[in-house]
């Protein structure tokens, strides 16, 4: 990993800052998604007693490995897995984020927004030390013991439905180089999602379902980091089907 000091206390900066102002923006986007979007999660308690049991029983850091249906995944995840007020005690389990330069840094109050909500930018298929630059700092953040989202398909799927085809082999690469590290596989979907969206429709009722285990590989290098990747959208797909069988579909 080559990161500078400088730019170590840039990270510590830009969590620091988020953390005093998160009773502003965090109040405000929760406002916007409950009583705007009409927004709720099913058994919000459990979930977040489920989480914070989870996070008690391991030592290492966590990568946590959605689904991917629309623009605002990772910010309803954070709002399903602990309260303010937890946050508030230990702004590290307060996930950091990988968004796509291009979709969200060209407006300049959604940029502030990404910075004080903990996202490390990443230009995917752009500048091959620009994008190691950023997991260079991902990796540094998992170290330090901080909470990590990886969206294991890179993109929204297309199709409604885990993309077995098009996966990518980041969050496996990040597992190889992170000693101890923990994936939190989760499965989250709208009641009336069928298929990717920009912002889930008004008044969706979220199903939230987590499994925390640690992927182990047999290979070494980039064998290696397909396998850890594989596994990780393996289990995705499982959780995936249990949803539907649930539903009856």
């Given at each position: 990993m080559d990161l500078k000091l400088r730019e170590k206390f840039a990270l510590?900066?830009?969590?620091?800052?988020?953390?005093?102002?998160?009773?502003?923006?965090?109040?405000?986007i929760i406002s916007f998604m409950r009583f705007i979007r009409r927004y709720k999660i099913q058994h919000?308690?459990?979930?977040?007693?489920?989480?914070?049991?989870?996070?008690?029983?391991?030592?290492?850091?966590?990568?946590?490995?959605p689904n991917h249906l629309t623009?605002?995944?990772?910010?309803?995840?954070?709002?399903?897995?602990?309260?303010?007020?937890?946050?508030?005690?230990?702004?590290?389990?307060?996930?950091?984020?990988?968004?796509?330069?291009?979709?969200?840094?060209?407006?300049?109050?959604?940029?502030?927004?990404?910075?004080l909500g903990s996202c490390v930018p990443i230009d995917r298929g752009g500048n091959r030390n620009a994008v190691k630059k950023s997991l260079d700092k991902v990796i540094h953040l998992l170290r330090k013991g901080h909470t990590i989202t990886v969206f294991p398909e890179?993109?929204?799927?297309?199709?409604g439905r885990i993309d077995l085809d098009n996966f990518t082999y980041g969050v496996?690469?990040?597992?190889?180089?992170?000693?101890?590290?923990?994936?939190?596989?989760?499965?989250?979907?709208?009641?009336n999602q069928?298929?990717?969206?920009?912002?889930?429709?008004?008044?969706?009722?979220?199903?939230?379902?987590?499994?925390?285990?640690?992927?182990?590989?047999?290979?070494?290098?980039?064998?290696?980091?397909?396998?850890v990747a594989g596994q990780i959208i393996d289990k995705l797909v499982l959780m995936e089907q249990s949803y539907f069988a649930a539903v009856g579909q």
């Open positions: 510590k900066i830009q969590y620091l800052a988020g953390w005093v102002t998160f009773p502003i923006w965090g109040t405000f919000l308690r459990e979930i977040r007693k489920q989480f914070k049991q989870l996070k008690k029983s391991v030592d290492g850091p966590i990568i946590i490995c623009k605002i995944d990772s910010v309803i995840l954070n709002w399903s897995l602990a309260s303010m007020f937890s946050y508030m005690r230990s702004f590290k389990i307060f996930s950091w984020n990988l968004p796509e330069r291009a979709n969200f840094f060209q407006n300049y109050v959604l940029r502030i927004l990404c910075y890179g993109r929204r799927s297309r199709t496996g690469s990040l597992v190889s180089k992170v000693k101890d590290c923990n994936v939190l596989c989760v499965y989250l979907r709208g009641h069928e298929e990717y969206s920009g912002i889930p429709s008004r008044g969706a009722r979220f199903y939230l379902q987590m499994e925390l285990f640690k992927p182990q590989s047999e290979f070494s290098g980039l064998r290696a980091t397909r396998d």
